[in-house]
């Protein structure tokens, strides 16, 4: 099975993306975001609304960085959210990290 990046996207309404949210809808705004994702050939996981730091919170397999940069500045670029696409990692990838031995030296070592 070929593992697809995860990708956190966060984005928070501005004053007139809220306007749109209010006479789009959730479920409008939500399909919005699944066709987006879709175009830069992901699939959007879940998305959720919060009252948390960011107003909606999206979880979504992208097929690389590239494709997760392209979709953050389109949505900068279209206006009404600010947003944020974070890289995140599974339980397995975080363990084959810690598999890995590197040696770094800290500063002033």
């Known amino acids: 099975m070929i593992e697809v990046p995860k990708?956190?996207?966060?984005?928070t309404?501005?004053?007139?993306?809220?306007?749109?949210?209010?006479?789009?809808g959730g479920t409008k705004r939500a399909e919005v975001a699944r066709r987006a994702i879709e175009r830069c050939g992901g699939r959007m996981e879940?998305?959720?609304f919060s009252f948390g730091k960011y107003d909606t919170y999206a979880v979504c397999d992208l097929p690389d960085h590239k494709a997760a940069a392209a979709l953050a500045v389109a949505i900068r670029a279209a206006g009404g959210v600010y947003s944020r696409v974070t890289p995140?990692?599974?339980?397995?990838?975080?363990?084959?990290a810690t598999r890995t031995k590197l040696t770094y030296q800290a500063p002033g070592t």
Do not use: C, H, I, R
């Open 7 to 11: 990708f956190l996207l966060e984005s």
């Open 46 to 48: 879940s998305l959720f």
């Open 13 to 24: 309404y501005t004053n007139d993306g809220v306007k749109g949210l209010v006479a789009d």
């Open 88 to 96: 995140v990692l599974t339980p397995e990838e975080v363990d084959e």
